[in-house]
């Protein structure tokens, strides 16, 4: 597709005066791409700011389950520009793509949710945070429990956008859970990893648990 041109066979109908000027439209769009796509990465990465724990700083629980509602809300209705000011990026040069994709496959699953999002724990009181969530999956679906992992920056408590970490009911989600902790092992130092770690052992007890229950509670009694 070409600016100024919906398909090719709408190139084909215009004159040749025409086609000449959006051949040239084409050919400026096709150089300067690159370019406006390093500029848009780098703008991007600058709004979403870097997963650096502040010293002295912690995470609270209000501020820890306040911001991770805040950010479903702002998903939920699309408001991607203030979702910027709510995360922050592990890796700050490819992350910002893992972060988007993420962000696109929450923005559908919310679409489709007919039950509002379920609390079921909080780990704070250090630099490093997490909130778990039951959410909804759409009918006759079992919930999927995320794990929203916050940091507490010099700017206050932010959502690692890029990491994507979820209780594993399949093959296919623990190998993307297995990507995530490539990503954080490089990233984050021995003791930092180590605490994040022990925060997602404890999202999977408590995951665990709560989709037991949710399923006892929503299958049908069959009877004797």
């Not at 429990?145 to 700017?155: C, D, H, I, K, N």
């Not at 399949?170 to 130092?189: A, H, P």
């Amino acid at each position: 597709m070409s600016p100024g041109v919906t398909t090719d066979g709408n190139f084909v109908e215009l004159d040749e005066v025409r086609q000449r000027q959006q051949a040239e439209v084409r050919r400026l769009f096709e150089d300067q791409r690159e370019n406006l796509t390093e500029r848009a990465t780098a703008d991007l990465r600058q709004r979403f700011g870097k997963a650096a724990a502040a010293e002295g700083a912690v995470v609270e629980t209000g501020e820890a389950g306040a911001l991770v509602r805040k950010f479903r809300g702002l998903l939920r209705e699309g408001k991607l520009m203030e979702l910027f000011s709510c995360g922050a990026l592990l890796d700050s040069e490819e992350g910002v793509w893992e972060a988007l994709n993420a962000m696109s496959y929450e923005y559908r699953g919310l679409k489709r949710s007919t039950v509002a999002d379920h609390q079921v724990d909080v780990q704070a009181g250090k630099r490093w945070a997490a909130v778990t969530l039951r959410v909804d999956s759409g009918p006759a679906s079992s919930p999927s429990y995320p794990m929203y992992l916050l940091v507490a920056t010099r700017e206050g408590p932010r959502i690692v956008v890029d990491v994507g970490l979820r209780l594993a009911t399949n093959k296919g989600r623990e190998v993307l859970n297995d990507r995530v902790w490539e990503r954080i092992k490089m990233f984050l130092e021995g003791e930092e990893s180590a605490l994040v770690r022990s925060l997602f052992e404890r999202h999977v007890e408590q995951s665990k648990s709560d989709l037991d229950a949710w399923m006892k509670s929503n299958t049908p009694d069959q009877g004797p």
